[in-house]
């Protein structure tokens, strides 16, 4: 069976990419995929994020099983991926006052929210499928990158559904899954691959002081489908030409592993400019 | 101070397009110090020519060892049929059976099924170059 990592291995996009790109920073994304910058530090939300999703894939293989998980179990798995997880990825940074055990503790409480939120009624399709597919704009060009990621969940009842498992600081805006870029990237390879439309859910367990389960539910059309290929050209069209922009206002710096290249970032432009004067 | 571009640019062919090709480019501009002898001179603008020119055929033969690529995947060390299809070659398939109707998972099927790969993005460079023929020669057909 083909790996993400197998399809990592050739050029391409994915949502994490174009939205880091169109949505977060193109300098960040420059820093970190196009001069291969080595990140100052790994964000604690980051590991923290993939542990979860590592509890999610365990717990959604049991459901696959027409078992039930034992809420017991995925909590101290928690508590053992995530404490591997912080060496694995060794250079973590924490947010002030916050520390692994801190972070142990909420990871198995949100786990526990997840799980009882969970409709048994939902039959589990796939769990953590791969995909890579053309990119193909409204009059039949394909680009020559291929899309990949991989699709956390897939499930039936009243028809299909593919589900993003996601860990928030706060409770999402109303509009969040109607704008997010996530939805049409997924459904999109999912269209290609199954030749299916389908729904798509976001399941956000907020990390409030009680831990709070969300399902916001989406769709996509083609005419969104063929607006995500042209912000995909603009996008290889900037990177062809290094176009790369530092979104100074962006959420993120205050967090950016790549905020110090990014400080000297004008400088070494400069630089550059001058010497092919 | 002195300036040496160094340029090198190679046409090729495009893979089942008659009378089309393809520019390959590359250059490197670089400031020399004013002090440098002759001979000095020549040496840098042979080696910094050498550069480019294997530069341009590396990306070519898909051998790529560059650090600064968008989203640069790991490298392909294998040659020969073992080797993955690139991805010209798979846009070339996707286009060739979107002219003739079969979908993404109809190609994939296929790929499955004759060749036990999980999707086109999975076929080795050999067994991609088949699947052009089954579909040039009409014997894949739409569903």
Known sequence: MATLNDYRDREHWSYSSLNQFLNICSLQWALQRFYKIAPAFTPATLSFGSTFHRVMEAISSIRKEEKSPVKKDAMALFNDLWHRQVKEDGNIKFDEDTTVEDMA?????????????????EQVVSINEPFAVPIIDANGNSLDKPLIGEIDLVVEKDGRKVIDWKTSARRWPKFQAKHSMQPTVFLYAYK??????????????????????????????TDQFNRMVELIKLAEKMVQHEHFCPNETSFYCDSCPYGEACSSWHRERSKLISVAA | MLKLNSSYSKKVPVEGRDFSSQSYHASVEMELSDALEPRQIQERIHDTFKIVKEAVETELNGKSQSTHKAESPREHTGNGSGEKASNKQIKYLTDLARVRDISVSELNSQAKKIYGADSIYDLTKKDASKLVDSLKTGNLKAA
Do not use: S, W, Y
């Open chain 1, 105 to 121: 503790k909420q990871g198995q409480e949100l786990t526990a929210c997840a799980m009882d939120a969970i409709d048994p009624e």
């Open chain 1, 192 to 221: 290609q691959l199954h030749g299916i439309d389908c729904g798509f859910r976001f399941d956000v367990v907020v990390k409030n002081k009680t831990p709070v389960f969300e399902q916001h539910e989406t769709t996509r059309t």
